[in-house]
């Protein structure tokens, strides 16, 4: 695994992008992004990507995506949060030919997680780990012993009869208007309901929101261990370039 890596993570709103040292999980510089375009579809993302690529430059290697979708084989299976034309695209292939450079997709969740478990607040965790990105769905990504079993989906768990993310995402909170304590009391549930079947060692909370870990923490109520993720909003970007590096396709 060698020198700087372009990471490129689509989102909800917006698609980030920058440089990273896989030796060190550093973002070189600083992340640059675009919004993500309305809708969004293979014809209209791809341009972005290119966009985005063309900003940052470096060499002309293997760029990293992490995208919100079940990816296997950089074609994407399923489409929560995004247009439904994704079914079936294999976004690796659209956006290496408009690149001109090889392109390795993995799912936007198992991408934080690989960031996380590498350089961030899962780096001594040989236990069960799940990472959470809280955005505008769930995300989810299991590790055991250090291995990432692949495009879990757990934010699609049913929960109060419906998908959990839709009760206790990030967008949620701020669509229902949901103080810090009304939001967590949505996270503990799920978090309880996730640990009854997998009993993890620990989660880490991951997404925008776990900035501001230290003010909600003490809410938090599991029978695993909580960490805050180290990279917050950046940890896709990273760990798509670490899966780039290291060519983890999925
Ligand atoms: C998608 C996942 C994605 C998560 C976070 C969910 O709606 O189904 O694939 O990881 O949102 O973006």
Not at 57 to 63: A, K, N, P, Q, V
Not at 176 to 205: K, Q, T
Request: hydrophobic residues 50%; aromatic residues 6%; glycine residues 14%.
């Amino acid at each position: 695994m060698s020198g700087e890596v372009l990471g490129i993570d689509v989102g909800g709103s917006s698609v980030k992008a920058g440089l990273v040292d896989v030796q060190q999980g550093k973002v070189i510089g600083t992340l640059i992004s675009a919004p993500t375009p309305r809708p969004c579809t293979p014809a209209s993302l791809i341009p972005v990507l290119v966009a985005l690529a063309g900003r940052l430059g470096g060499d002309r290697g293997r760029i990293g995506v992490a995208f919100p979708s079940v990816i296997k084989g950089g074609t994407a299976f399923t489409a929560a949060n995004i247009d439904h034309s994704w079914i079936g695209a294999n976004g690796a292939s659209l956006a290496a030919e408009a690149l001109g450079r090889p392109v390795l997709m993995l799912n936007d969740a198992d991408a934080a997680g690989l960031a996380e478990m590498r350089f961030g607040s899962g780096r001594d965790c040989s236990g069960t780990v799940i990472m959470l990105t809280f955005g505008t769905g769930i995300g989810t990504a299991l590790f055991t012993g250090g291995q990432l079993f692949a495009n879990t989906e757990l934010g699609h768990l049913e929960l109060r009869g419906m998908d959990a993310e839709k009760w206790a995402s990030a967008q949620t909170r701020t669509v229902a208007g949901l103080d810090f304590p009304g939001w967590i009391a949505r996270v503990n549930e799920y978090l309880a309901a996730l640990h009854a079947l997998l009993w993890p060692d620990v989660f880490i909370l991951g997404g925008a929101v776990s900035e501001h870990f230290d003010e909600f923490a003490p809410l938090l109520r599991s029978a695993a261990e909580i960490r805050p993720a180290r990279f917050a909003g950046h940890a896709g970007t990273v760990g798509a370039a670490l899966a780039a590096a290291q060519d983890l396709a999925p």
